[in-house]
T-cell receptor, first 110, second 114 residues
Framework: AQRVTQPEKLLSVFKGAPVELKCNYS??????LFWYVQYSRQRLQLLLRHISRESIKGFTADLNKGETSFHLKKPFAQEEDSAMYYC????????????FGRGTSLIVHP | DSGVTQTPKHLITATGQRVTLRCSPRSGDLSVYWYQQSLDQGLQFLIQYYNGEERAKGNILERFSAQQFPDLHSELNLSSLELGDSALYFCASSVAGAGANVLTFGAGSRLTVL
């Protein structure tokens, strides 16, 4: 069975500082990884997925199969980045049901 | 609103009772997923339906059941409620039933069992 671990419940940084939200996974096959975000009073929504290799709102994430990680990074945090971030894994060849981590709350101080 | 609609937004009930949560998927989406989010827990997958049929089952208790109707809306029925069932229940939808689909989430239904 697959598992997603987000080791930090809370990450607090100042505006302009670099941000890295950690995500580690366990899955023996080839996974697809996602980051979802929930801003205050808004719905959970997709931020980015690893196959897109895009930078969304300045965030990037690289799938590292050797370290089984998919950390979310942004070089300069903004106050509007404050939100709850969830890492999710979909196991290819399986049921395709996303498995979510417990989430990391990012707070960006002015 | 063509997004995922969940009702009710909030529900307070007593132990032993039964409640029904309703979800209308985004227009055009055939697949509906139910997740439970308890305090300090991530999103726990409960069940998925695709075009009216159960497609996958997660850690759903026997006291819980769900169905998807011909108009594609779905209902999650929770019975013999216990205090531990208090949680935020999310519904999500996607276009297809297989493949690594992006989920569109509803706002959630917050259930409080007293």
């Amino acid at each position: 069975a697959q598992r997603v671990t987000q080791p930090e419940k809370l990450l607090s940084v100042f505006k302009g500082a670099p941000v890295e939200l950690k995500c580690n996974y366990s899955y023996s096959g080839s996974p697809e990884l996602f980051w979802y975000v929930q801003y205050s009073r808004q719905r959970l929504q997709l931020l980015l997925r690893h196959i897109s290799r895009e930078s969304i709102k300045g965030f990037t994430a690289d799938l590292n199969k050797g370290e089984t990680s998919f950390h979310l990074k942004k070089p300069f945090a903004q106050e509007e980045d404050s939100a709850m971030y969830y890492c999710a894994l979909v196991a290819s060849g399986g049921s395709y049901i996303p498995t979510f981590g417990r989430g990391t709350s990012l707070i960006v101080h002015p | 609103d063509s997004g995922v609609t969940q009702t009710p937004k909030h529900l307070i009930t007593a132990t032993g009772q039964r409640v029904t949560l309703r979800c209308s998927p985004r227009s055009g989406d055939l697949s509906v997923y139910w997740y439970q989010q308890s305090l300090d827990q991530g999103l726990q997958f409960l069940i998925q339906y695709y075009n009216g049929e159960e497609r996958a089952k997660g850690n759903i208790l026997e006291r819980f059941s769900a169905q998807q109707f011909p108009d594609l809306h779905s209902e999650l029925n929770l019975s013999s409620l216990e205090l531990g069932d208090s949680a935020l229940y999310f519904c999500a939808s996607s276009v297809a039933g297989a493949g690594a689909n992006v989920l569109t989430f509803g706002a959630g239904s917050r259930l409080t069992v007293l």
